[in-house]
């Protein structure tokens, strides 16, 4: 449910609303350790992408084929995880995607969210059979310097 202040309606635990320009230096402060130790990618900082709790926030991007990448996710306290990823399924939903995919280091946690490794979990430039949505990523994963030695999950969930 999208309430009428934006904020997706849950009867408990963390708000998460979508993003505004004045949300940009918390979520550049959440992101900045986790870029540095690689375990997120950086990303053009556009407030539309980006949902926001008040301890974390995660981001949707388009991809070819009809599936958002879910990415940037930052929780700095427990529970915030799991809203800010449920808000995201939501909005993706309401986007019209079929499939949402995030390429993770932190798989456990996604799978208890309901997603799943996409074949062997390997990203999209490794995947054996690439679909359409994937061979489109992956040609983009090819440019990333860490290509080669890349050890992120791919993972997806239907919607
Ligand atoms: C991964 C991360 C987003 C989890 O956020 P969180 O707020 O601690 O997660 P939640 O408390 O909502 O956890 C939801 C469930 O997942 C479990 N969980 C949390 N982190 C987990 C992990 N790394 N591996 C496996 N399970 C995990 C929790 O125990 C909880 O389990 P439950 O269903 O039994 O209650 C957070 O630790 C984080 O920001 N990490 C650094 C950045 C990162 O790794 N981002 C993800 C890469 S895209």
């Known amino acids: 449910m999208i309430c009428e202040d934006g904020s997706f309606g849950q009867h408990s635990g963390p708000v998460v609303r979508p993003a505004n320009p004045a949300d940009l230096p918390c979520i550049s402060a959440w992101m900045a350790p986790h870029l540095a130790s690689g375990v997120l990618r950086a990303r053009p900082l556009v407030p539309d992408d980006f949902l926001v709790s008040q301890s974390g926030c995660v981001a949707l991007s388009w991809w ?49 969210l309901g997603f799943e490794a996409v074949g062997d979990g390997a990203p999209p430039h490794r995947q054996a059979r690439p679909c359409a949505a994937l061979a489109w990523k992956a040609a983009r994963c090819r440019l990333c310097p860490d290509a080669s030695a890349c050890t992120q999950v791919l993972m997806e969930v239907w919607l």
């Open 64 to 112: 070819a084929g009809g599936a958002i990448e879910l990415g940037s996710l930052v929780s700095m306290q427990p529970g915030h995880g799991r809203a800010l990823v449920q808000a995201a399924l939501q909005r993706a939903r309401a986007l019209g995607a079929e499939r949402v995919v995030c390429l993770t280091g932190a798989p456990g946690f996604f799978s208890r």
